[in-house]
């Protein structure tokens, strides 16, 4: 608790997590300092030409050109070093802010790694996309340009106001009035309780309709099938009209206060003149006065651009303060705990002792609330609990080379079990081991070297087929990826593709099948070569010409591994030297298929009704002719 209340927060903060050097960021604001005084140089030539100007007005002859000349150059001269020396303040900013950027972003991805599926599964994909996206974006253009532009508009006013004061008090105070005046309206606006209220609103409103976009994007072909649009998919729609909504509310609330800033801040003029005009009337034969008067007539409504670079800065700073909120709160996020001294196994066999596991978040609590509830799965839940059981109280031993099949009705937690041994979530009680040691003492490197899993839904990333093989081994040559690909029955295909294997998934409309994809996946797995094999159904999205192929492939890469099958197809299990058969989370059953199929139990039911319906068959009844 201690800790979280001597955060520091904002600006402060973003340093903070960023973990770069401030160097660059001190020699940006040293040079567009230096570069603001330059900039001023222009207008004091022009202050010291029309005094020159009034001095010698009445006798053109008694002008010296010389001194006009002297001050043209000196304005050519401060413009130009001006702008050099904010070129190299952007170019200092910009290099400090795209490495802010990259380690921003390599440190929420490897943050992001560590976590359990259970974070990801209890946040939306469109909340984690905008905060490594979006809000890391804001903080590039924060670094690279907002914090030049104030260290230049701060040292332009207070340059400015030097100069003012140094010329005539009176004149620069009303001029002081104005700004403090204007700038306290913005304050107002964008620092004020109700500002932070609403840079809240507008992060969350934005994180959600991500959310539902992405969601509608993945939904296209059902919303497509049925004619639907954009309004019909609710919450997509609701979450547009939220933003509009609170857009407009925003607007409505800020308008009156920038009206005033507006007006108040280009006023300036309005001040100076009678302000000007009554010292001038006590001076009349002032000549020196009447030039500064004329400064302050050209220099003063001058004064508002600067501020009005101010009046971003307001916006600027709380998009960061809530930016950087959301991007702590992913790093609050408790990763697994490693071990401090990494153990390898000697032995790949797998034991589950007592093995109970709960989701422990409100999302996934919901979401696996109503699965069990479409399943038929009475269960109650007490008015505080804040976890859904999926596994209690398993046992049990898969030998190092074994076969085993997870089987059971939807919901009993086969996946479950599977997931739980590359630890990507850690079990409330009991313990899995590996060889004898508990995977919470592996490293999470050294146990993702151990265990391969191919998912049923198969994943491949936007680059090269040749690049999404040597995922499974980076080290690997093109040989082996190539002979990994035609263990896996691909090779034919990808061979096929235009640019073979350097054609590039999503590039150009290529995309790949689901049985195409699947056995890329299993490609990976078998240039992998991990001693323990998870396969989700690898075959879910074979045709029956490549599941004979695809079985041949599988039956390579099992090899001397300890293999865990989650079975969807009944026919893949036969020849499995164990089958664990799960009901509600709880292992029931345990055995070959021969003892099995002619036990009474799930297990036989299941067969049971697989087996009879290959005698299924459709048939249309004619009706009979009168």
Same mark, same amino acid.
């Given at each position: 608790?201690?800790?979280?209340?001597?955060?520091?927060?904002?600006?402060? #903060?973003?340093?903070?997590?960023?973990?770069?050097?401030?160097?660059?960021?001190?020699?940006?604001?040293?040079?567009?300092?230096?570069?603001?005084?330059?900039?001023?140089?222009?207008?004091?030539?022009?202050?010291?030409?029309?005094?020159?100007?009034?001095?010698?007005?009445?006798?053109?002859?008694?002008?010296?050109?010389?001194?006009?000349?002297?001050?043209?150059?000196?304005?050519?001269?401060?413009?130009?070093?001006?702008?050099?020396?904010?070129?190299?303040?952007?170019?200092?900013?910009?290099?400090?802010?795209? #490495?802010?950027?990259?380690?921003?972003?390599?440190?929420?991805?490897?943050?992001?790694?560590?976590?359990?599926?259970?974070?990801?599964?209890?946040?939306?994909?469109?909340?984690?996309?905008?905060?490594?996206?979006?809000?890391?974006?804001?903080?590039?253009?924060?670094?690279?340009?907002?914090?030049?532009?104030?260290?230049?508009?701060?040292?332009?006013?207070?340059?400015?106001?030097?100069?003012?004061?140094?010329?005539?008090?009176?004149?620069?105070?009303?001029?002081?009035?104005?700004i403090v005046c204007s700038i306290g309206l913005q304050f107002m606006n964008f620092f004020g309780k109700k500002a932070k209220e609403f840079m809240k609103i507008y992060y969350d409103t934005q994180e959600r309709m991500s959310a539902s976009a992405v969601q509608y994007v993945r939904?296209?072909?059902?919303?497509?099938?049925?004619?639907?649009?954009?309004?019909?998919?609710?919450?997509?729609?609701?979450?547009i009209e939220a933003y509009k909504s609170y857009a407009l509310r925003v607007c409505d609330t800020y308008q009156s206060g920038m009206t005033a800033f507006t007006v108040l801040l280009n006023s300036l003029i309005t001040f100076i003149l009678p302000v000007g005009l009554l010292l001038?009337?006590?001076?009349?034969?002032?000549?020196?006065?009447?030039?500064?008067?004329?400064?302050?007539?050209?220099?003063?409504?001058?004064?508002?651009?600067?501020?009005?670079?101010?009046?971003?800065?307001?916006?600027?700073?709380?998009?960061?303060?809530?930016?950087?909120?959301?991007?702590?709160?992913?790093?609050?996020?408790?990763?697994?705990?490693?071990?401090?001294?990494?153990?390898?196994?000697?032995?790949?066999?797998?034991?589950?002792?007592?093995?109970?596991?709960?989701?422990?978040?409100?999302?996934?609590?919901?979401?696996?609330?109503?699965?069990?509830?479409?399943?038929?799965?009475?269960?109650?839940?007490?008015?505080?609990?804040?976890?859904?059981?999926?596994?209690?109280?398993?046992?049990?031993?898969?030998?190092?080379?074994?076969?085993?099949?997870?089987?059971?009705?939807?919901?009993?937690?086969?996946?479950?079990?599977?997931?739980?041994?590359?630890?990507?979530?850690?079990?409330?009680?009991?313990?899995?081991?590996?060889?004898?040691?508990?995977?919470?003492?592996?490293?999470?490197?050294?146990?993702?070297?151990?265990?391969?899993?191919?998912?049923?839904?198969?994943?491949?990333?936007?680059?090269?087929?040749?690049?999404?093989?040597?995922?499974?081994?980076?080290?690997?040559?093109?040989?082996?990826?190539?002979?990994?690909?035609?263990?896996?029955?691909?090779?034919?295909?990808?061979?096929?593709?235009?640019?073979?294997?350097?054609?590039?998934?999503?590039?150009?409309?290529?995309?790949?099948?689901?049985?195409?994809?699947?056995?890329?996946?299993?490609?990976?797995?078998?240039?992998?070569?991990?001693?323990?094999?998870?396969?989700?159904?690898?075959?879910?999205?074979?045709?029956?010409?490549?599941?004979?192929?695809?079985?041949?492939?599988?039956?390579?890469?099992?090899?001397?591994?300890?293999?865990?099958?989650?079975?969807?197809?009944?026919?893949?299990?036969?020849?499995?030297?164990?089958?664990l058969v799960l009901k509600e989370g709880r292992l029931i059953q345990s055995g070959r298929h021969e003892v099995l199929s002619k036990t009474d139990g799930v297990y036989k039911r299941m067969w049971d009704a697989y087996t009879s319906a290959f005698r299924w068959q459709l048939t249309?009844?004619?009706?009979?002719?009168?």
């Amino acid at each position: 608790m201690k800790e979280k209340q001597k955060r520091k927060s904002g600006v402060a #903060r973003l340093f903070e997590i960023a973990g770069e050097k401030k160097g660059l960021l001190i020699l940006a604001g040293i040079l567009s300092a230096v570069s603001a005084l330059c900039m001023l140089v222009p207008y004091w030539s022009v202050y010291e030409v029309l005094k020159e100007l009034l001095l010698h007005g009445s006798k053109i002859n008694e002008l010296d050109s010389s001194v006009l000349m002297h001050w043209g150059w000196v304005a050519f001269i401060g413009l130009v070093a001006g702008l050099l020396l904010l070129y190299g303040a952007l170019m200092a900013s910009h290099v400090a802010a795209f #490495r802010i950027l990259y380690g921003l972003r390599i440190r929420l991805s490897e943050h992001i790694g560590r976590l359990s599926l259970g974070y990801l599964n209890g946040t939306s994909t469109g909340a984690i996309k905008k905060t490594m996206e979006q809000n890391i974006e804001k903080i590039e253009n924060f670094v690279a340009h907002t914090i030049p532009d104030l260290v230049n508009v701060l040292a332009t006013v207070v340059l400015m106001f030097i100069i003012f004061f140094s010329l005539n008090g009176w004149m620069a105070a009303i001029c002081v009035v104005c700004i403090v005046c204007s700038i306290g309206l913005q304050f107002m606006n964008f620092f004020g309780k109700k500002a932070k209220e609403f840079m809240k609103i507008y992060y969350d409103t934005q994180e959600r309709m991500s959310a539902s976009a992405v969601q509608y994007v993945r939904g296209m072909p059902v919303v497509k099938i049925f004619g639907q649009s954009v309004r019909s998919f609710r919450q997509f729609n609701s979450e547009i009209e939220a933003y509009k909504s609170y857009a407009l509310r925003v607007c409505d609330t800020y308008q009156s206060g920038m009206t005033a800033f507006t007006v108040l801040l280009n006023s300036l003029i309005t001040f100076i003149l009678p302000v000007g005009l009554l010292l001038l009337s006590r001076e009349p034969q002032n000549i020196v006065l009447a030039a500064i008067y004329l400064f302050f007539i050209i220099m003063g409504p001058g004064v508002a651009s600067p501020i009005y670079k101010l009046m971003y800065l307001g916006s600027s700073t709380n998009e960061i303060d809530e930016g950087v909120k959301r991007i702590d709160r992913i790093f609050d996020e408790q990763a697994l705990p490693e071990a401090e001294v990494s153990r390898l196994p000697v032995s790949y066999d797998i034991e589950f002792r007592q093995v109970s596991f709960a989701y422990e978040n409100k999302a996934e609590r919901k979401e696996r609330f109503m699965f069990l509830e479409i399943k038929g799965i009475k269960k109650s839940f007490g008015a505080g609990e804040s976890h859904v059981d999926v596994l209690k109280g398993i046992d049990l031993e898969i030998e190092k080379g074994e076969f085993c099949v997870l089987l059971g009705p939807s919901g009993s937690g086969k996946s479950t079990v599977a997931n739980l041994i590359p630890r990507f979530w850690d079990v409330s009680e009991g313990e899995i081991c590996i060889g004898g040691i508990n995977i919470k003492e592996i490293a999470t490197e050294d146990l993702m070297n151990l265990v391969s899993f191919v998912f049923q839904d198969s994943f491949l990333f936007f680059d090269t087929l040749y690049e999404n093989i040597r995922v499974g081994n980076t080290s690997a040559t093109r040989e082996q990826v190539i002979e990994a690909a035609r263990a896996a029955q691909c090779h034919d295909f990808i061979e096929s593709l235009p640019d073979g294997y350097n054609t590039r998934i999503g590039d150009k409309g290529v995309y790949l099948s689901g049985g195409e994809s699947q056995r890329v996946c299993v490609a990976r797995a078998i240039l992998k070569n991990a001693p323990i094999l998870v396969l989700d159904e690898a075959t879910a999205f074979a045709d029956p010409e490549n599941e004979y192929k695809m079985q041949q492939a599988i039956q390579q890469l099992i090899k001397d591994k300890t293999v865990i099958i989650i079975a969807h197809r009944l026919s893949s299990i036969i020849s499995a030297e164990q089958i664990l058969v799960l009901k509600e989370g709880r292992l029931i059953q345990s055995g070959r298929h021969e003892v099995l199929s002619k036990t009474d139990g799930v297990y036989k039911r299941m067969w049971d009704a697989y087996t009879s319906a290959f005698r299924w068959q459709l048939t249309v009844k004619k009706e009979e002719t009168k």
